[in-house]
């Protein structure tokens, strides 16, 4: 008979005293008065750290942490004071410890917790040095790069009762202090911050009042506020598995998460390139809730060979940079769909409780049932971000061959209709119309097979600002926004038609919303924003935001030009002359009227002219 028990995800930190009975035998009461103290320390310091204390044995302690970083800075904190303590105590006389801290899953009862989470944490107590902490590779995860601490590979251990190698790591104390400071969480804030708590290893976050931020096709644009809105960051999932030919893979991986998670409308979620900036980079998480405005942290990392495969993910309040929840997930290659979902849900069933079930079902829509074509997706979608003319047409070839295992995979068919798009955006074809046609009709396929494919409408939206299809572009965008309205590049797009079509307040509105999603959104944000403030009229604003910034690999002469009719405009003669010298120098057959005809309103028109000839350009 099954009995249901009671599990969670636990830190759990052992400490024992090195060499007690023999202090015993030599100093029985002055080993007690010291035991005392120093179990003491233990106590207020694991509270301090939003730990408890749930065992003893007289020279020991057994505590769990809900965070494993929070565990390391507790035990790095009780060694450094003990260390102070005993500087002041002959050598044969002091009292040192050994810590041991494991992240696992431990089964609770009562107040004691069981399991192999436990046992292998009092395993690695007995390999730490004396005064030293050691830390299984599990520990190691989550708070590497988390802390200013080094940590010295002890390999694979084989210890006693454990049925697998337990991959081991010290903490080398003497070399480097922690730069940040432990925050003061007693075991009473922590539980009413938390609020509902830790459901089978699911922190859920409670009390988050969720407010939609979507709008259609009848509805100005508005920038995302950030009161009462969560925002949460997928950063890159790293690829740990000593191949770096998966690097794709954690690449896919990140960004199927943030699909999943942009699809629900009470969330707000960083977009790729936001994320993506700190790939291979170990940055203090709360300094990247900082730098991107978010409150939670999506982390993780990939292990694994050509049969089985290991997943880590790991959920992170920015503010505090403590773990909220982690989970990791074992599966075979051929269950990598279930292996993705069942990372999605966890992280959507934490953050997005009240998200009604029609949204979730289909955050999580299975795009295809083939396990080697959703693999040339991924290996495609690494060429293709790398943005040149080599990748584009490798990536274009990866899609092909996705499309010959899946012809109904409409995904697929959009990424292929980007490259054609980006051939073109980009200048690597002489046939621009022929790869415009060819964008549109990938997408329209991938729109027969999936309607709800939000980048297939956002590839339509463009090859419609191509064709000065404003209002039909404008159309598309909103479409792509219903179906993922935290999607900066959509918000990117639609700002750009916006600035074209010479709607400038909603334009500048949709940029500043790709912007408030993403550091660094792709599709000319920045230039088509300058455009949008020289149509009203703010020439200081368009040159702001246009001066000393890179140009695009491709027109590099339309920010030139909005910046010389600026400069024209408030007659900056000599400032006027530099920008319009670039503008001939990046695209010598420039005309004025052929420039000014892709406005939509006459007004613009004219008045584009008007600054662009104050500027010298004909």
Same mark, same amino acid.
């Given at each position: ?392 047409? =490798? ?5 092909? @061959? %996705? $499309? ?8 697929? /068919? &959009?990424? *292929? !209709? ?53 209002? =039909? ?5 909103? @479409? %792509? $926004? ?8 959509? /918000? &990117?797009? *639609? !700002? ?123």
């Amino acid at each position: 008979m099954m009995i249901n028990q009671e599990r969670r995800l636990a830190a759990i930190l052992i400490a024992d005293v090195v060499g007690y009975s023999r202090l015993m035998s030599e100093q029985e009461e002055t080993t007690l008065i010291n035991l005392t103290d120093r179990l003491q320390l233990f106590e207020r310091t694991i509270k301090n750290h939003g730990g408890r204390v749930f065992g003893s044995a007289g020279d020991s302690v057994i505590a769990e942490f809900p965070s494993p970083v929070e565990a390391v800075r507790c035990s790095v904190v009780v060694q450094r004071n003990l260390q102070q303590k005993n500087d002041k105590i002959p050598e044969d006389k002091r009292m040192q410890f050994r810590i041991g801290i494991n992240l696992g899953d431990v089964i609770v009862k009562n107040d004691n917790l069981y399991g192999d989470g436990v046992n292998v944490a009092a395993r690695l107590e007995t390999m730490a040095n004396p005064g030293g902490i050691c830390i299984s590779g599990s520990v190691y995860d989550q708070v590497e790069g988390k802390l200013s601490l080094e940590f010295e590979y002890l390999g694979e251990q084989n210890v006693k009762n454990i049925s697998r190698p337990l991959r081991t790591y010290n903490i080398r104390l003497k070399q480097v202090e922690p730069t940040v400071a432990s925050p003061v969480i007693n075991r009473r804030e922590w539980s009413i911050w938390l609020g509902s708590a830790v459901l089978i290893g699911i922190t859920i976050i409670g009390a988050i009042h969720w407010f939609r931020f979507g709008f259609n096709s009848n509805e100005t644009l508005e920038a995302p506020s950030v009161v009462n809105r969560t925002f949460i960051a997928v950063l890159p999932f790293r690829n740990l598995s000593g191949n770096p030919e998966k690097e794709y893979f954690s690449d896919g991986l990140t960004e199927d998460i943030i699909a999943a998670l942009g699809r629900f409308s009470s969330l707000s979620v960083i977009g790729r390139e936001g994320s993506f900036q700190y790939k291979n980079k170990s940055v203090d998480p709360r300094k990247i809730g900082r730098d991107l405005g978010v409150n939670y942290l999506l982390s993780g990392s990939i292990r694994g060979d050509q049969d089985k495969l290991q997943v880590s993910a790991s959920l992170i309040d920015a503010a505090r940079g403590i773990l909220l929840w982690s989970e990791r997930f074992s599966e075979n290659i051929e269950d990598l769909f279930i292996l993705q979902k069942n990372i999605t849900r966890r992280v959507v069933g934490s953050l997005a409780i009240k998200v009604n079930q029609i949204e979730r079902q289909r955050a999580f829509t299975k795009t295809t049932s083939n396990l080697e074509a959703y693999d040339y997706l991924l290996r495609g979608s690494h060429f293709f971000y790398k943005s040149t003319r080599t990748d584009n047409i =490798k990536a274009a070839e990866y899609f092909q @061959k %996705a $499309l010959e295992l899946d012809k109904n995979y409409a995904l697929a /068919y &959009a990424m *292929l !209709g980007w490259t054609q798009y980006e051939s073109v955006a980009s200048g690597w074809t002489q046939f621009a119309g022929e790869s415009l046609s060819l964008a549109e009709e990938f997408a329209q396929k991938g729109l027969n097979l999936d309607k709800e494919n939000s980048e297939c409408h956002k590839l339509l939206g463009l090859v419609n600002l191509h064709h000065r299809n404003y209002e =039909k572009g404008i159309k598309e965008l909103h @479409k %792509a $926004l219903d179906i993922n309205p935290s999607d900066p590049e959509s /918000y &990117a797009i *639609l !700002g750009s038609i916006f600035a074209w079509a010479g709607r400038s307040d909603e334009a500048i509105k949709g940029i500043k919303s790709a912007f408030r999603l993403s550091s660094n959104p792709r599709y000319r944000s920045y230039q088509h924003l300058g455009l949008a403030y020289y149509l009203k009229g703010e020439y200081e604003a368009a040159i702001e935001t246009l001066i000393d910034r890179p140009a695009d690999q491709y027109q590099k002469f339309i920010p030139f030009a909005i910046l010389a009719a600026s400069y024209g405009q408030l007659d900056k003669v000599d400032e006027a002359s530099v920008a319009a010298q670039n503008v001939l120098r990046y695209f010598p057959f420039f005309r004025t009227n052929d420039f000014v005809s892709q406005l939509s309103r006459q007004k613009d028109r004219t008045h584009m002219a008007q600054g662009l000839q104050k500027a010298g350009l004909k």
